[in-house]
Structure formats: structure tokens, C-alpha cells
């Protein structure tokens, strides 16, 4: 976002509290509707209810936290290592100190002494130890073992030190721990369902179709949570859950997908709370880069220029997000505000595309300069989103068809580069500069290689090895990876050796390359390729002082602002909806659940 740009609508650096005065039509239908609702039941004293909009999947920091609510809910249950500070700088939590050495290869924690779990047991760096194992097993099959990949060695010094060995430099090791809560040594698959943690609320009980229960954990390390009780229920028809608001059977909802024009409602509403704060989550359109049309620069800032999204935040969005112009936040300490912004332009979108060769073949008539199509999830506010940007779109003269799709076929196509554009919105990941290699890095999409290299992997047979690396040396000769000098100069040594004497060091050196091509960019989904930008990633990685990794952070934001691999959008903001009776509210820009321990209860 360029500096001293603010399209938020207000939005302050803390959560605002804000009230809605005026009604539309529709909104006075909805609460006409809420308030004919039959009284139900209200929540117990000393209970907080709160609503989410889809079940959880399980409560095991090993499995789980792919599903949104799994992972806020087990914030509650869990503590992890480290934990993201306002500024989301990675700060000390069950591990009171910790150190990174050897090149990033040593990672050393130091436990916080007297810290327990529900069941009374002491947490000591054996439980560490065993859930990162358990993690990496094979056997276990957990989906982020891929993560902690890198990590070859976990050894415990004493009851309180823990010790972290990776392979080679490992500088992204650390952006994982926030999201890996430590369970009990020796932990099996009961645990998904009835979790063990020693977070500040103790699972009491969960069944499909019923609340889930919690009970305040007294003996917290950080303090007890000042409300006894937890339930959270799911609702997943926003009718349904906007009632169990108004009648008071439910206290608070956090970003549950409400329709902006209703929490404009709600806002209106005696006795209920809606506090707007600042988010960080990321609304995108990817573009794939591998599509003739869409890998040319004028193209996708054409696209870029035609869209007002100004307009969308204000008319449909209600204000409660703003305009992003970067992958990062600017609460986030890296954020570049001088990128290029690409303000509301028609007349430079239709310029860029001539320049192009692009014309319009009839002018303003009906005919298009070309034809894209745009994905997104079947969730209204999307689709109505999509069909605002096909107008705009159209006014530049493109064509741009709208298809909804289920979520997991989405990112299924989105994965496979089967697509021209999609609309999207990250959650979470853009919090730290690890986003960058994420996202940004060139990654080696090639299925075969991906398949061999996993074969080589594990294999120490001659014959197979040397069929292997016959394969993985004809891949490389074909260059068809994003250039890399490094990868080249080891691609032709390794063409170089004897497979008969030299076959240890013909498959290290095979498996080095599959690291540098294939360990970064897992989430490249637009197959971005620009090697300045790759060297600005990596060195970043590897310099300590953080001014000179601003310097890198800051030519990388500036250079994709100009290439635009994605179009950012805007910033969707955290919306909480709650009842009078809920006190101390305190949202952060993350969203995460960590003040739901804070809270009070006005009981009357």
C-alpha cells in the first residue's frame, strides 16, 4: 500500500468499536426475521457461547491444522514453542528462550520449568521431542510433515533444553512453530478427538451435531482464563446463527463469514457489540503465468488498472476491508508501502492493451478484445464479487467468464495451474516474510522428476539407482526448471560422475538439486519465474541483520508489484459480532483466538 494510503474506511490500528445507524431494506427484513425467532435457550453462567460457521476436524496439532476452526480452537488447548507478537515477529512461549546456530542448521529451546498438561503430567522437553518425532514418521502420514522436512535430528539435553539438527539451513524452521501445539509423550490417535494440551482451556467433550465443551484450565502457566467455561457450537446457516445472536443462545461470532450487509445490521441493533479491526488475511486474484496471454507484464497490469476496488470495498464490502497493494500487512515489519499501485484506470488499462496489440475490435461495441475466465469458491459473497469484476473488466473490453466451483475441485485446478485467474483469500501464511518463498519462489513442477527424486530418495540399489539417475539427468539437460545457475553447475557434475564408483556422491548431489527446486515456491500456484527474485529470497534467508533483510523484503515487493504474479485486492477485516454480555474484548490484526482468555462475563 503506498504510503499515507488508506481505503479502509476508517479502520484505526486497534479494533474500533462501530455502530451502523442506517438500515436498508433488507436489513430491516433481517431483523424483523431475528426477532420473530422463538426464545431459546440462553448460555449457562459462567458459559461462553460461541458460534462457528463449519465443524472442526479433530484437535491433534499433528493432523488438524488444515481446518480453520480445528486450528483457532486448538489455540485454546494448546501451547506452542514460539508464538507471533502484534508486530507477528516470532516471540517466546512454552519456550521461555531459544537460539538459532550452525547456519540455521541448530536450533536449541530452553522449556518454561513448571508448565503441565490437563492430566497433571509435567511438559518437559521429552514431549517436545516425541510430538516433533511423531510428526516426521512416515508411518504417521501427518499432512505438514513436508514442513519439517529438513529436520534430520531431535536430541533432549536435559528435562528443559531441546535440541533441533537439520541436514542444511533450515531458515524457515521457526515460521512453522506457532501452529504446532506440543502433546503428551506417547500421544496416539486418540488425541484427535480427545486432545491433551496444556493450553489455557482443558477439552471437556465433543460429539458431531453437539457443542463442544471447555473448561478454564486453573492452573495456566500465563494466568487462568477469567471464564470458566467454554461451548462452541456450530451453525452453519447464517440465518440460523445471526438468530441464536439476537435471542442471546449464543455470545459471540468471529469472522463467520457474515454477509457485510448484515453485520452492517447487527450494528445497529441494541444490546449486541460489532467491533471492526484492521485484518491480515489476503483477497487475490492469481493469474497463471503460464498462459500465453496472461505471462505478458502490460496484460496483467491492464487487468490490475480495470479493476475498482475502491468501489467493491465501499458498496459491497461495507467498508470492512482495505485495499491492499502488497502480500504484506503493513503492521507487518517488512511491509514495502513504496510498491506500484495500480489505481482505478480504464483508459491506462485500454492503452496498456493496445500497446500490446490487444485492440478492441469494435470499440465500445460488444465485441471483446479476448476472453479469460475467473474461478471462485461457491460462497455468494465471492460469486457476487467475481460478477462485479466481470464489469468492470468488460468496460476495458474483456471478456471475462465467471465459474463456481466446491472448494476442494477449486484448489485442486488451482494446484494444477488449470486456470486463468482465480479469486482467493490467503489466511495467515502473509504474517511472516516466509511468505515470500512460499509464494514467490520458483518451484520445479514436473511430476516425473517430483517421482523419481522420492524413489532415489530411499533407494541404495545400484541398478535402480543408476535407472533413476539416468531419468533425473535427462529431466535436468531439458533446463525446463526457472534458471539457476547453482542448480545448472550441480546438474553437470552430476551428468559428470561414474554411477558405479561415485554412487553416493552422484545421489547427494541429486538430491541437493531436488532441494534447491523443489524445497521453496509451494505455493507459486501463478508459476512465477524471475531469478533476481529468487537470489533476493534466499540471500534474505541467509543475512542476520534485519536492515539489510528490509533492503531484500523491500526490491522483492516492488519487482512482483510490477511483474504481478498475483493482483492484490484488499485486506477483509475481523469482524466480531458479540452480545452485551461478553466484556474486554481485545481483537489482534492476526485473528486469532488467543483473547477469547481475556474475556469477561457482564453477568446481570
Not at 533444553?161 to 542444511?168: D, K, L, P, S, Y
Not at 531484500?552 to 466480531?576: E, G
Request: proline letters at 6%.
Amino acid at each position: 500500500m503506498p504510503a499515507g494510503r488508506d481505503d479502509n474506511g476508517g479502520f484505526t490500528s486497534g479494533a474500533s468499536r462501530r455502530r451502523f445507524p442506517s438500515l436498508t431494506i433488507p436489513g430491516i427484513a433481517l431483523l424483523l426475521l431475528i426477532t420473530s425467532a422463538a426464545c431459546r435457550a440462553k448460555p449457562a453462567p459462567g458459559v461462553l457461547v460461541i458460534a462457528i460457521e463449519t465443524p472442526p476436524r479433530g484437535f491433534d496439532p499433528r493432523f488438524s491444522t488444515g481446518n480453520s476452526k480445528s486450528a483457532r480452537i486448538m489455540q485454546l488447548l494448546y501451547d506452542t514453542l514460539l508464538v507471533k507478537d502484534k508486530n507477528f515477529d516470532l516471540v517466546p512461549s512454552l519456550a521461555d528462550r531459544f537460539s538459532e546456530s550452525d547456519g540455521a542448521r541448530t536450533f536449541t529451546f530452553h522449556i518454561r520449568s513448571g508448565v503441565r498438561f490437563h492430566n497433571g503430567k509435567p511438559l518437559t522437553s521429552a514431549d517436545v521431542k516425541y510430538t516433533f518425532d511423531s510428526l516426521l514418521s512416515p508411518e504417521l502420514k501427518s499432512p505438514i510433515r513436508g514442513a519439517l522436512a529438513g529436520i534430520t535430528r531431535i536430541e533432549t539435553l536435559d528435562a528443559e533444553t531441546v535440541i533441533f539438527h537439520a541436514r542444511e539451513p533450515f531458515y524457515t524452521f521457526a515460521g512453522n512453530l506457532p501452529a504446532i501445539g506440543i502433546v503428551p509423550e506417547g500421544s496416539g490417535a486418540a488425541n484427535i478427538d480427545a486432545p491433551v494440551g496444556s493450553g489455557p482451556y482443558k477439552f471437556v467433550s465433543y460429539r458431531e451435531g453437539e457443542p463442544l465443551k471447555l473448561e478454564a484450565n486453573p492452573e495456566y502457566w500465563g494466568g487462568a482464563p477469567l471464564i470458566p467455561g467454554v461451548e462452541i457450537k456450530v451453525i452453519t446457516d447464517n440465518g440460523t446463527r445471526q438468530a441464536a445472536l439476537m435471542s442471546g443462545e449464543v455470545d459471540l461470532a468471529y469472522n463467520a463469514e457474515f454477509d457485510p450487509e448484515t453485520t452492517r445490521a447487527l450494528g445497529g441493533r441494541r444490546g449486541m457489540q460489532v467491533l471492526v479491526g484492521p485484518g491480515t488475511n489476503i483477497a487475490h486474484l492469481g493469474v497463471n503465468l503460464t498462459s500465453p496471454l496472461l505471462s505478458r507484464a502490460k496484460v496483467r497490469q491492464a487487468l490490475a488498472c480495470s479493476i475498482d476496488r475502491g468501489a467493491i470495498i465501499h458498496s459491497l464490502l461495507r467498508d470492512q476491508a482495505r485495499r491492499a497493494d502488497s502480500i504484506l500487512p503493513p503492521e507487518q515489519w517488512a511491509f514495502e508501502p513504496g510498491t506500484t499501485a495500480y489505481d482505478f484506470d480504464p483508459e491506462q488499462a485500454r492503452r496498456l492493451l493496445d500497446e500490446e496489440g490487444l485492440g478492441d475490435p469494435d470499440g465500445e461495441g460488444p465485441q471483446s478484445r479476448f476472453e479469460l475466465t475467473l474461478m471462485t469458491s461457491t460462497n455468494q459473497l465471492s460469486r457476487n464479487i467475481g460478477a462485479i469484476i466481470q464489469d468492470q473488466l468488460r468496460r476495458a473490453g474483456v471478456r471475462l467468464n465467471l465459474s463456481s466451483l466446491e472448494a476442494a475441485t477449486l484448489l485442486d485446478k488451482i494446484g494444477k495451474a488449470q486456470f486463468d485467474l482465480y479469486y482467493l483469500i490467503s489466511v495467515g501464511g502473509n504474517q511472516s516474510t516466509d511468505i515470500f518463498q512460499f509464494v514467490y519462489h520458483s518451484r520445479f513442477q514436473d511430476s516425473d522428476f517430483n517421482d523419481a527424486m522420492g524413489k532415489l530418495r530411499g533407494s541404495a540399489d545400484p541398478p535402480e539407482m543408476k535407472t533413476l539417475f539416468d531419468r533425473i539427468d535427462a529431466i535436468l539437460s531439458r533446463k525446463e526448471y526457472c534458471p539457476d545457475l547453482e542448480v545448472q553447475e550441480l546438474a553437470a557434475r552430476a551428468a559428470a560422475m561414474d554411477w558405479r564408483s561415485e554412487a553416493p556422491e552422484k545421489k547427494q548431489t541429486h538430491l541437493r538439486i531436488g532441494s534447491l527446486l523443489t524445497d521453496r515456491g509451494g505455493a507459486n500456484r501463478s508459476r512465477y519465474c524471475n531469478p533476481a527474485v529468487n537470489s533476493a529470497i534466499l540471500e534474505a534467508e541467509r543475512v542476520d541483520d534485519r536492515a539489510a533483510k528490509r533492503i531484500l523484503y523491500s526490491f522483492i515487493q516492488k519487482t512482483v508489484s510490477i511483474d504481478l504474479p498475483q493482483i492484490y485486492l484488499w485486506y477483509p477485516a475481523n469482524v466480531l459480532i458479540a452480545t452485551q454480555r461478553v466484556g474486554s474484548i481485545e481483537i489482534e490484526p492476526s485473528g486469532s483466538w488467543f483473547f477469547i482468555r481475556k474475556l469477561t462475563l457482564n453477568e446481570r
